[in-house]
């Protein structure tokens, strides 16, 4: 049926019959409204796709004439029809997105995804703290946040919105992409997502605050205070010697703590850790380290060098507190992250600034196995190299300088008054 433009009236006063019809509109060609036997009315189009005898008759269904006016839908029909004539199939293009949802229904979610990393890669392959710092991130912000996408679907856009809305926290956002990336890894490897299509490709905003360094007054102080803390029983002895082994050796606090008396070897001049952050350590016992255990006292049933009152290693959280009650007694500031790490920056800083001591060396007494990370230190070896280049130099330009003004007054000629 044909010849009537398609308005609100027109449409209401359509009645069902036997069989389903359509009613095509007189200005608009390809565009109708279907009525069924049930009395359903909804708008339709008709194009062809493609060109020439091969191309394919499609009918779209716009919406029903109870959702959408009339005006409404003649609308969608200019649109897609004008589409189809320019060569695109809309009909096509709605069915594949139908199919691709449904299939996003059934694909594995992002939260599915991080449910496996925790079990598959972080419970079996991370150090109880990395692992608790990692299950905090999926469980606060990824779930929350994206937990919801399916696994392929997840973008670089949106992982970097996550990142942007995250930037109060810097430190955090930049984390939580880490986190993410390294489970997108995986998802690729278990056949959820593309090679090569990590999405996690955003700029970090890195960290803007400068790292903080004790001075050698500072640490005077800090270890005047230690003493004067556990003769007065404000931290305990095993604290104080915790805490005088983080300057004797360098340590991280976490390997402090979890030391045992089983791990020292006093005839051999050595420290060996089964397991820590970075896997197996051995580090050597310098006299001042050997002074300190050798005078320390020995708990029977304590296997800990620094027990607790329970007699189990003395937890890090612990060592902190005790930590920052030093820092108050000695006067040092709190402020820009001074932890015990900063112990530990402290006395990289003055191995890696010695020159006489080999880069290996350097590395084994400082505990770390990473080549980047030791040449952050060992470039305060070139850095103090540029110092005093730069301070020669300046030497230099001074001395010829002066030269050149002896020169020109050797070589002044006097000029003649008179004939």
């Known amino acids: 049926m044909a010849g009537q433009r398609i308005t609100k009236r027109f449409v209401d006063g359509l009645e069902p019959r036997a069989s389903e019809y359509a009613v095509w509109d007189r200005d608009l060609s390809g565009f109708g409204v279907r009525v069924r036997p049930t009395g ?17 008759y499609r009918r779209q269904t716009i919406g029903a004439t109870d959702k959408l006016s009339a005006d409404q839908a003649r609308q969608e029909a ?53 692992a608790a710092g990692y299950r905090q991130i999926i469980e606060q912000v990824l779930k929350p946040e994206i937990g919801d996408l399916p696994v392929r679907s997840l973008t670089p856009a949106r992982v970097a919105e996550l990142h942007h809305g995250r930037r109060a926290t810097r430190t955090h956002a930049d984390a939580s992409v880490r986190v993410l990336s390294s489970a997108m890894s995986l998802a690729e490897t278990w056949g959820l997502r593309e090679p090569g299509s990590n999405p996690c490709r955003v700029r970090k905003f890195g960290s803007r605050r400068r790292e903080r360094l004790f001075s050698d007054i500072e640490v005077a102080k800090l270890l005047n205070a230690v003493e004067a803390l556990a003769s007065s029983g404000v931290i305990t002895e095993f604290q104080a010697l915790g805490i005088r082994l983080l300057f004797a050796t360098g340590c991280r606090v976490g390997e402090i703590t979890a030391l045992q008396w089983d791990y020292v070897d006093f005839d051999e001049g050595v420290i060996a850790w089964p397991d820590t952050k970075t896997g197996a350590l051995t580090k050597p016992l310098t006299d001042e380290a050997r002074s300190l255990l050798t005078a320390a006292p020995r708990i029977a049933g304590a296997a ?26 000695a006067g040092v500031p709190a402020k820009e992250n001074a932890t015990t790490h900063l112990v530990r920056h402290w006395f990289c800083t003055k191995i890696y ?9 350097q590395m084994r007494i400082c505990g770390h196995k990473s080549v980047a990370t030791a040449m952050r230190y060992a470039q305060l070896q070139m850095d103090a190299v540029k110092r005093e280049a730069e301070a020669s130099s300046r030497k230099r330009a001074v001395a010829l300088q002066e030269a050149r003004r002896k020169i020109e007054a050797l070589n002044v000629i006097p000029l003649r008054v008179g004939g």
């Open 304 to 329: 800990a060098v620094c027990p607790s009152k329970s007699l189990k290693p003395m937890r890090v959280e612990t060592m902190e507190g005790a930590f920052e009650k030093v820092m108050a007694t």
């Open 40 to 56: 359903a009315k909804s708008y339709i189009t008709v194009y062809r796709a493609g060109r020439g005898r091969s191309a394919l």
């Open 78 to 130: 200019e649109r897609i029809l004008a589409g189809a004539t320019l060569g695109a199939d809309p009909a096509a293009e709605l069915a594949a997105a139908k199919v691709a949802q449904a299939e996003d229904r059934k694909a594995p979610k992002v939260r599915d995804l991080l449910d496996r990393f925790l079990t598959e890669h972080v419970a079996t392959r991370l150090k109880a703290r990395t």
């Open 353 to 361: 600034s010695d020159p006489t001591i080999p880069l290996p060396n």
